[in-house]
């Protein structure tokens, strides 16, 4: 008898460590610049938290009791230990009132002051050397590898639930340069590709 009730235990277990995501969690990857990243000041109201409105860590921060690759109960700042209110705070919040009976979650990596190139997994190596050392810093909070941070996560997020949409927030530096959109669109189809979506399911939203 008690071999079948440990059995039965571990038959529990299994199931549950190999459940299917659930479609009614919807993620959303947040990657770019400063206005990502948030520079708005947090005040009282921004802390009222929305139990649905999920942040996965993309770094750990004892000030916010937030552990790198865990989920959390979104509270601003998202992005990185010390920032500010960001635009996908409302963007969660919004999407959690539009949805009742959803959960929204978002993966937040944004690094102020950076060119595009930061996140183009081809150029970033070369490109980070070049920049000052508070930007490099910053950088080094995603392991110095923001887009491969974001992939990362990305992945642990899809077995909990499903990825909805990409929104950007970056240009200020570079956004002028002919080159920008080619590199932004690499960007986009990158991270298709890596998490294998598809662009019919999963928008890129550009502010």
């Known amino acids: 008898m008690k071999k079948i009730l440990f059995g039965a235990f571990l038959a529990t277990l299994a199931a ?15 990657f770019g610049q400063s206005n990502m990243e948030g520079q708005a000041a947090v005040i009282e109201e921004n802390k009222v938290p929305k139990e649905n409105f999920q942040v996965l860590a993309s770094m750990t921060c004892p000030n916010m009791n937030r552990t790198l690759g865990e989920w959390a109960v979104a509270v601003p700042p998202l992005f990185h230990c010390y920032t ?44 980070l050397p070049t920049t000052e050392s508070w930007l490099q810093g910053k950088a080094n909070d995603y392991g110095g590898n923001p887009y491969g941070r974001i992939i990362d996560l990305a992945k642990e997020a899809q ?41 019919d399911t999963v928008p890129f939203l550009a502010g």
Not at 99 to 120: E, N, Q, R, Y
């Open 16 to 30: 549950g460590a190999f459940a299917d995501p659930d479609p009614n969690f919807h993620i959303y990857i947040a």
């Open 84 to 127: 500010g209110l960001s635009l996908a705070d409302y963007f969660g919040k919004t999407m959690v009132d539009s949805l009742p009976g959803f959960k929204i979650g978002v993966i937040p990596v944004a690094v102020a002051g950076t060119s595009i190139k930061l996140f183009d997994k081809d150029q970033y190596a070369s490109y």
């Open 159 to 199: 077995k909990v639930g499903v990825i909805k949409g990409i929104l950007f927030h970056q240009g200020e530096t570079d956004g002028y340069n002919d080159s920008w959109g080619n590199t932004v669109k690499k960007v986009y189809n990158d991270m298709l590709t890596d998490l294998g979506l598809s662009a």
